[in-house]
């Protein structure tokens, strides 16, 4: 459950989401549930900030993906606003498309969610939505 939103899923899944953010600033001088038990998880934070970044550089934050539930889950996700978040954003040092994770019940697992700001972006706060879906096993 997350705190500020409520999830409805219609079918067998379950989904959170992490808020993204980022203040791009310009360079000195001149981005459910399943059948027979409880599909359940948390992320944790609910929020993260890479702070201020300058083009071409980057940023790591740790989050905290826990099944909080009494079956095993597997994990896939989907990042949704600012292109920056959408084209750049990755997940243990691969695209956030191809993350996937299985977790027995009970269990946590770190995530390490980076971002890489291209040299070309334009400066500014840029926002973006990381969802991570389950699916019961």
């Known amino acids: 459950v997350r705190s500020n939103r409520i999830n409805v899923t219609v079918g067998s899944g379950n989904g959170q989401s992490v808020g993204l953010t980022v203040n791009v600033t310009a360079p000195q001088g001149g981005g459910g549930g399943g059948q027979g038990g409880t599909l359940s998880f948390v992320i944790e934070p609910s929020t993260i900030s890479f702070g201020n970044l300058t083009g071409g550089t980057s940023a790591s934050r740790t989050l ?74």
């Not at 990042?79 to 299985?102: C, I, P, Y």
């Open 64 to 137: 905290t993906l826990r099944n909080t539930g009494t079956v095993g889950a597997a994990f896939a996700s989907t990042v949704h606003g600012d292109a920056l978040f959408v084209d750049n954003l990755q997940l243990d040092q691969a695209s956030w498309r191809g993350f996937n994770a299985s977790l027995s019940a009970a269990a946590p697992r770190d995530v390490n969610a980076s971002l890489a700001v291209p040299s070309n972006s334009t400066a500014g706060i840029k926002q973006g939505t990381l969802v991570f879906w389950a699916t019961s096993q």
